[in-house]
């Protein structure tokens, strides 16, 4: 692993850490669901964007408010991730709703439920 490698790999967990903790800390909107995650963060080499990965647990809804609050605090959030690390440059934020999470746990239900049925199509011949 190259050394830029290794240093936008710290940049990007260092960033995913402390938007973890602002979303959860210091932004009190209430449309913001209580089991809201940062995924994931993709940062540019030069450190002018961020492409941060959001997971919300809830309905469309739910998850369309949430994203919309997030997108609406960003120059907060860009703020606060300011004084908290101390890079030379603040990313701009762009905010992505991130399904994976959800679409893991329905494809593993589906696998169960299929395995789950052949295990009782063997036990009752």
């Known amino acids: 692993m190259n050394k830029s490698s290794h240093r936008s790999n710290r940049n990007n967990s260092d960033i995913e850490r402390a938007l973890s903790e602002i979303i959860r800390k210091d932004l009190k909107d209430p449309r913001i669901g209580l089991i809201t995650s940062v995924v994931k963060t993709d940062t540019t080499k030069d450190l002018k964007e961020c492409k941060v990965y959001i997971s919300v647990f809830g309905d ?50 589906k696998i169960n439920d299929i395995v789950g049925t052949e295990v009782q199509d063997t036990d009752g011949e």
Request: net charge neutral.
């Open 60 to 109: 469309d809804e739910k998850k369309q408010e949430t994203i919309s609050a997030i997108k609406n605090a960003g120059g907060f959030i860009r703020y606060r991730l300011a004084q908290t690390l101390n890079l030379r440059n603040t990313p701009e934020l762009h905010f992505i709703l991130d399904d994976s999470i959800e679409y893991g746990v329905n494809m593993t239900k």
